[in-house]
């Protein structure tokens, strides 16, 4: 498709042949053994996601949550001959500051459904109307309807932030603040250092010590600290697998991810056990099991396991390059504002502020003790009021 500036409304309609087609896959899958007693250390239980695969095919009703999404005013553009699908509600409060928020792997825009009311309409959920957002939440390029991924290139949060840039000037928002986690967290910092005149501030959430840098020493660290630091060390050593595999054979692994309904719920579940509230023992514990599985189902139906395969696949490239030529390699990843931060490290995150922030340049840093990668949707009101404080002085 050529460049356009259109803006086009867009409504989730999936057809109903696919949806046959997802229960009958789901009800001809080729189950694998299990050797006895070994639980998650090896992976998602047999047992455990037989049962979430059968609940997604006779319990889970996609057209419901078609319907509470739809209810989202949804939007298409294309930039750079990309087609990105976002979310816009705009706040009926007329000082409203424009906000975007930005999801993460294994997200989607779905993440962020219980925070948009809260965020654009504060009166609405009893708060205050100062508060109030426009919120702009785009779905990046190879995830959910920001597909199919047209060329080489868009795994590049650079480019990714240019992007955004781009859809915030054909929204007619000149000043905005941005928050994201996870990929979301690269891509708004990189927003404040490619408009620094335009962004208020930024806010991420769960940020970490480099994957590919070294173990983090524990030597000298508090008891919360040391916790992060060791549960750093275990994820270097123990739960890289995905990455390795993402960043390095995306195309090899997108075949499974693409055929197998049961294989992407293994693949997403896996992560949603892993990275949300270690309190947690099942990823429902966490997460209301149909918002993980719209989650899921999306992924499904547009093909995204594949897609962002291969997003992780550039984008881990392009971090590594951009660590080295920086000096980093063989840092933890320091933080370094190019403008207003904020940072929320919840439960299940491993940020070390005397690591990040050694020097206490941050002045917005919270640290909660429930929560993890999923801020969104384990714990909403956290995250909406920690926005809310954050940009609170920056209006």
């Known amino acids: 498709m050529e460049n356009t500036t259109d803006i086009r409304p867009f409504r989730i309609d999936v057809p109903q042949a696919d949806l046959d087609d997802l229960g009958d896959r789901l009800g001809r899958t080729r189950w694998p053994g299990e050797i006895p007693g070994v639980g998650w250390t090896r992976g998602v239980p047999l047992e455990y996601l037989k049962g979430l695969a059968a609940y997604w095919r006779d319990g889970y009703n996609w057209r419901e949550h078609e319907a509470e999404l739809n209810k989202l005013p949804q939007f298409m553009t294309t930039i750079d001959g ?149 549960r750093f060390n275990a994820f270097q050593s123990d739960g890289m697998g995905y990455l390795e595999i993402q960043s390095t054979r995306p195309q090899t692994l997108a075949y499974s991810l693409n055929d197998s309904p049961a294989g992407q719920l293994a693949w997403i579940a896996e992560k949603f056990r892993e990275w949300t509230d270690p309190a947690a023992a099942l990823p429902e514990d966490a997460v209301d099991r149909d918002h993980l599985l719209t989650g899921v189902s999306l992924y499904w139906f547009t093909g995204s396991g594949a897609s962002s395969a291969n997003f992780g696949y550039e984008g881990m490239k392009a971090f590594k390059e951009f660590v080295a030529q920086s000096g980093g390699e063989g840092g933890h990843g320091r933080l370094s504002p190019s403008g207003p931060l904020g940072v929320a490290v919840f439960a299940a995150d491993n940020g070390i502020r005397s690591l990040l922030d050694p020097e206490n340049e941050i002045g917005h840093w919270s640290e909660f003790d429930t929560g993890g990668h999923f801020p969104a949707m384990e714990t909403p009101d956290l995250l909406v009021a920690d926005v809310r404080e954050f940009f609170r002085t920056l209006r």
């Open 82 to 230: 990309q087609d990105f699908h976002f979310v816009h509600a705009r706040s009926p409060e007329p000082d409203a500051l424009p906000l975007i928020l930005t999801h993460g792997w294994p997200g989607s825009f779905v993440d962020f459904a219980k925070v948009v009311g809260p965020l654009s309409d504060p009166r609405a959920y009893g708060g205050d109307p100062a508060d109030a957002f426009h919120v702009v939440v785009p779905s990046l390029p190879g995830f959910g309807f920001s597909n199919p991924v047209r060329e080489q290139g868009w795994g590049n949060i650079f480019r990714i932030a240019g992007a955004f840039i781009e859809l915030m000037d054909r929204l007619g928002y000149d000043r905005f603040a941005a928050q994201g986690g996870d990929i979301g967290s690269g891509v708004s910092g990189m927003l404040a250092m490619l408009a620094p005149g335009r962004v208020a501030g930024v806010h991420i959430n769960g940020p970490g010590p480099v994957p590919f840098g070294p173990p983090v020493p524990l030597d000298g660290l508090g008891e919360a600290d040391r916790v992060r630091a060791e």
